[in-house]
């Protein structure tokens, strides 16, 4: 059984979920999948078994799904989505973390009724998922038919700029700060130092993001899934206009969008981590190879990884 995300991120770098890899409804291995122990009471896992959800019985008049690759701006958006109280708490409430802290044990349909009732508002909830978990979710529902496109709105929030992300990513890793909401001086001074990150951390980053856009562009195909897709440009851009098409596509009215955004503040503290000279350094050392992994996005990148092999960064 594999204990933690970091064990899991390391075991999916082999060749059990490699791009060659060729499955068509699992991207996990049954004995992999911590969702099993958390939903112990969930009945066995074949078609016939799969958890359902009965939205009719509920307030809900619709639900959306942000399907995220991480670090690309979701934590903020979710919290400007909150903010506003027209849709919802939006978390990550498939996150393994989140379940172990918030569910003592039962059933997933049990688990789903709980964060649907105490997390909607205004009849309207949504939840924000990685590729990892969603490859845990997927084999105990049906996924069409707990969020059906009639009733679900999906979204799909990625980031361009692919080394800033792994960047990120990297010093999250080696810090253990994800993020903060409060300029402290405490915050400050334990951000003050940089942490020491090496090339082949930020390769290993970069083929966890296009392992993420792999699976993800793998599952929309599988349930025949056309998300909204944002980005973190787009949203550093204008929170504001993302914020808008957002609330529109889930079922908010102009008025009521106008009226609940007028006041949003980001209170994200951005911490001085992305190390701007190193960064293009990164970019310029490695330019030809970067442009090859833009070509791959979302596709099968194993040119790639044969290309960090030769070089020794894999």
Not at 144 to 162: K, L, Q
Not at 200 to 209: F, Q, T, V
Not at 229 to 247: F, K, W
Request: net charge positive; hydrophobic share 40%; with cysteine.
């Amino acid at each position: 059984m594999i204990k933690n995300l970091k064990q899991l991120y390391q075991s999916l770098q082999g060749s059990q979920l490699g791009p060659d890899h060729k499955q068509k409804n699992q991207t996990c291995i049954k004995q992999e999948n911590p969702f099993l122990e958390l939903f112990a009471d969930e009945p066995a896992t074949s078609a016939s078994c799969k958890t359902t959800f009965d939205w009719s019985r509920s307030s809900i008049k619709s639900s959306y799904v942000i399907f995220i690759t991480g670090r690309c701006g979701s934590t903020l958006l979710t919290r400007l989505i909150r903010a506003t109280q027209l849709a919802g708490d939006p978390n990550e409430y498939f996150n393994v973390n989140y379940i172990k802290k918030s569910y003592s044990g039962g059933t997933l349909s049990s688990y789903l009724d709980q964060v649907v009732r105490t997390t909607s508002s205004n009849g309207s909830f949504g939840f924000e998922i990685d590729w990892i978990h969603l490859c845990f979710l997927e084999p105990l529902l049906d996924f069409d038919i707990v969020f059906p496109p009639v009733h679900t709105t999906f979204f799909y929030m990625t980031r361009r700029d692919i080394v800033a992300q792994a960047w990120s990513f990297a010093s999250a890793k080696a810090t253990g700060i994800w993020q903060n909401y409060a300029a402290t001086k405490d915050v400050t001074a334990s951000h003050s130092s940089t942490p020491a990150l090496y090339d082949k951390d930020i390769w290993h980053e970069i083929l966890l993001i296009l392992e993420a856009e792999l699976r993800f562009e793998q599952f929309f195909k599988r349930y025949r899934i056309k998300p909204t897709r944002i980005d973190y440009e787009m949203l550093m851009a204008s929170r504001r206009d993302v914020l808008g098409l957002m609330l529109l596509k889930i079922g908010c009215d102009p008025e009521s969008i106008v009226a609940h955004t007028d006041q949003i503040i980001d209170q994200t503290l951005k911490i001085p981590r992305d190390q701007f000279a190193s960064i293009l350094n990164f970019r310029c050392k490695y330019a030809n190879l970067l442009s090859a992994v833009q070509s791959v996005r979302g596709s099968n990148y194993v040119s790639i990884q044969r290309s960090l092999k030769k070089q020794g960064l894999l």
